[in-house]
């Protein structure tokens, strides 16, 4: 399983990495969870996040909105992404926790540290392939920088 969920995470960021957002919303199952909080919020409970959606579609408008109405400036991700400790089995779910740092890039080729933290994750098996049910990113800073727009 630690094999196949540390694939599932690479698969995950070269997509982002690569922006082939358009495939983001297939690492999921629909319903799912996807949010971005702080460490901070998350140790409180508080179940808001900085990006939050609940279902497939809600993914897909995400990077619909990127593409065809946000304006923001063009900039890339670098994912470095750690190795996936399974912690348990919850709810039919593999439970599965792993650290993350996003280098983001900016258009003129400025390069800044701009996200840590972990994935927490459920995942499920769906028709043989391994898929989010839940992804809660932590980030470890509470400043969180207002250029989120790709996920993270």
């Known amino acids: 399983m630690l094999e196949r969920v540390s694939r599932l995470n690479a698969e995950y960021a070269r997509a982002i990495d690569d922006d ?3 495939d983001w919303p297939s690492f999921f199952t629909d319903p799912c969870l996807y949010t971005i909080t ?3 919020n998350h140790r409180r ?3 808001v996040g900085v990006i939050y959606a609940d279902s497939k579609g809600m993914l897909k408008d995400r ?6 109405a946000n304006v923001f400036e063009r900039q890339s991700y670098r994912h470095v992404v750690g190795l996936p400790a399974i912690v348990g089995e919850r709810d039919g779910a593999v439970r599965a926790e792993t650290p993350f740092l996003v ?3 900016m258009r003129d080729g400025t390069m800044a540290l701009f996200a840590t933290g972990r994935y927490l994750d459920a995942l499920v098996e769906e028709a ?3 898929r989010f049910r839940e992804r809660v ?6 400043r969180i920088d207002t250029l989120l727009a790709i996920p993270l």
């Not at 990113?137 to 509470?142: A, E, K, M, T, W």
């Open 103 to 105: 280098v983001r890039i």
């Open 63 to 68: 990077v619909a909105a990127l593409r065809e």
């Open 137 to 142: 990113v932590v980030c470890d800073s509470s």
């Open 128 to 130: 043989g392939v391994l």
């Open 45 to 47: 409970g508080m179940p």
């Open 38 to 40: 702080s460490a901070d």
């Open 20 to 22: 082939r957002l358009e």
